[in-house]
């Protein structure tokens, strides 16, 4: 059984940076593809970004050029470096994993990733 551990969320002005970290326990999850999504109060969870084991990457369009997804595969850890940080940037942020070894997949649908951390909250003020 595997365990997602997402922290480094909080507070933060608009404009300013945060970087969530992923973690796994209990399974390494170097060789599987992993995802960030994010869910605002009364709207759907949306896909942000994902990485595949060989560094394949997707962004979601409203967050390219301001957000960063990396991994640590020595350290079974994944990063979401968010830079330039909305107020619409503003909801839970999860990670998620899919259970594919050495897959290049990177996309969006939610439904493609099979386990899910808890989530952390990211607050953007004015």
């Known amino acids: 059984q595997v365990q997602l551990v997402e922290s480094g969320g909080g507070l933060v002005e608009a404009g300013g940076s945060l970087r969530l970290s992923c973690a796994a326990s209990g399974r390494a999850f170097s060789t599987y593809p992993v995802g960030w999504f994010r869910q605002a109060p009364g709207k759907e969870r949306e896909f942000v970004a994902a990485i595949s084991w060989n560094d394949n990457i997707g962004y979601a369009d409203s967050v390219k050029g301001r957000f960063t997804i990396s991994r640590d595969n020595a350290k079974n850890l994944v990063y979401l470096q968010m830079n330039s940080l909305k107020l619409e940037d503003t909801a839970i942020y999860y990670c998620?994993?899919?259970?594919?070894?050495?897959?290049?997949?990177?996309?969006?649908?939610?439904?493609?990733?099979?386990?899910w951390g808890q989530g952390t909250q990211i607050t953007v003020s004015s």
């Open positions: 998620a994993v899919k259970f594919s070894p050495r897959s290049s997949y990177v996309g969006s649908a939610a439904a493609s990733y099979d386990y």
